[in-house]
């Protein structure tokens, strides 16, 4: 998969198992997880000193990406629009994306990266999703036990932030590669299947 410079983004609804699929994904490529954690404080650090590359890539070999215990569910809180400064995070966060896909393959979790990073020939995107019998039960047996309904708020946050900033409609099939449905296989055997099409089109 290292002959050209993969970038796979990752979008999902919450309680379908799409973090632990990016995982998964990395793992089996071979490449880093880019997630939430490491975006924000490199652009942070962005926005003080224009964080140079060699420190960039330092935070991204030493920084873990958040483990399955981490509940967004204030990550989207922050009033859209308020200010020049929600607007600066989103840029500077688009920076540091496309910075990180510039210098080798990886897999990135959410922040709009597939929109991001559109114009990347090497990227391939991913949507997933799962029915809400199987995000009911992940809710009570992996996300501390959440409700379907609050995840369902989750997932409105996380719409409304998408489409605020890209002005495309979240979790529409026609902005990504592939759509993947989690609720009738393991995360595993789904992996596989994604990394088989990954290969059959990026030829």
Known sequence: ????????????????????????LAKKLGVKLYDRQLIHIAAAKLSINDLPD???YELASTIPPM??????????GVKLGSGQYG?????????????LAEKKSCVILGRCADYVLR????KFSIFVTANDDFRDKRGLTVYDGKTLQE???ENKKRARYYEYY??????DAANFDLV???SNAPLDKIADGIISYIESVKK
């Open 166 to 171: 890209t002005n495309q409609t979240w979790g």
């Open 119 to 122: 114009e990347n020939e090497n």
């Open 87 to 99: 607007h600066n995070i989103f840029m500077a966060e688009s920076n540091v994306i496309q910075r």
């Open 180 to 182: 993947v449905n989690t």
């Open 67 to 76: 483990d399955m215990t981490f509940l967004p569910f204030h990550s989207f």
């Open 1 to 24: 998969m290292e002959k050209k410079n993969l970038v796979v983004t990752v979008s999902r609804r919450y309680g379908c198992g799409g973090r632990e699929l990016a995982g998964i």
């Open 151 to 153: 995840m369902d708020v």
């Open 54 to 56: 060699d420190d960039l």
